[in-house]
């Protein structure tokens, strides 16, 4: 069965810092495009940080100049580095890839998204 398991979550002080890592496992052919989204209390899910297909990557404005993504191929990991986080990067953070896997059905080509991790930034 191929999921997505992050871990890394927590409270931390403004200004703190936080590392997130997200865990694809199962039989996984090619992995097209893997990333982290948020969703803060109220709001919509958003793209936090991501990796393209081609590998290049992209930030929320929010969060340039502070959050770092980063890949391991060969673990089929992801992780999220967050320095001088704020109060309003408070919220559940989903890992999401789209990945050649292998199903009941035979290879197919799907997103999937982790359960989230809880980040909250408070005093």
């Known amino acids: 069965q191929v999921q997505l398991v992050e871990s890394g979550g927590g409270l931390v002080q403004p200004g703190g810092s936080l590392s997130l890592s997200c865990v694809a496992s199962?039989?996984?052919?090619?992995?097209?495009?893997m990333g982290w989204y948020r969703q803060r209390p109220g709001k919509q899910r958003e793209l936090v940080a991501g990796f393209t297909s081609g590998g290049s990557t992209n930030y929320a404005d929010s969060v340039k100049g502070r959050f770092t993504i980063s890949r391991d191929n060969a673990k089929n990991t992801v992780y999220l580095q967050m320095n001088s986080l704020k109060p309003e990067d408070t919220a559940v953070y989903y890992c999401?890839?789209?990945?050649?896997?292998?199903?009941?059905?035979?290879?197919?080509?799907?997103?999937?998204w982790g359960q989230g991790t809880q980040v909250t930034v408070s005093s």
């Open positions: 199962g039989t996984i052919f090619s992995i097209y495009g």
């Open positions: 999401n890839a789209g990945m050649r896997v292998l199903t009941d059905s035979g290879r197919s080509t799907r997103v999937y």
